[in-house]
């Protein structure tokens, strides 16, 4: 199955086409692809190693439905991340999960022209289009 960016509901959210029908979970992470590279060939083998993509962002499965699903940045504003650093390792589990929930993900890079919006959660340089392709990573 070709997995593709269908839908982007904002600079934070975009939906694929690929759901728990197609063994998609929650957290499971994807790279959405600017460019197929070129095919990489074993010299020893002749076998295929996979191909040297262009990656324009990695996003993660924040919700699945069974044909689509919704992702989301992965990594954490560097305010956040700049925050946390500077959290002592005494610090509880529990107070840097507490602190974790009230925290903002990085944007994704997307074209705000294509921004339809359409879900309410209360939970690479180039811009994300509708279309582009996607890979499972894990």
Excluded: W
């Excluded at 590279?37 to 324009?56: R, Y």
């Excluded at 650093?85 to 994704?108: E, I, M, P, V, Y």
């Amino acid at each position: 199955m070709s997995i593709k960016v269908v839908k982007i509901i904002d600079d934070e959210r975009i939906v694929i086409n690929a759901g728990t029908e197609n063994g998609i979970k929650i957290h499971q992470q994807l790279s959405i692809i600017d460019k197929e590279g070129d095919e990489v060939i074993d010299p020893d083998t002749g076998a295929s190693l996979g191909s040297l993509d262009i990656v324009k962002a990695i996003v993660e499965v924040e919700a699945t439905y069974p044909k689509m699903s919704v992702c989301v940045n992965p990594e954490m504003a560097k305010s956040t991340a700049e925050i946390l650093d500077s959290l002592t390792k005494a610090q509880s589990s529990a107070f840097r999960s507490a602190f974790l929930a009230g925290t903002k993900r990085k944007n994704l890079n997307v074209n705000l022209e294509q921004v339809t919006g359409g879900y309410n959660n209360e939970k690479g340089e180039s811009t994300i289009n509708i279309g582009d392709k996607a890979k499972l990573i894990n």
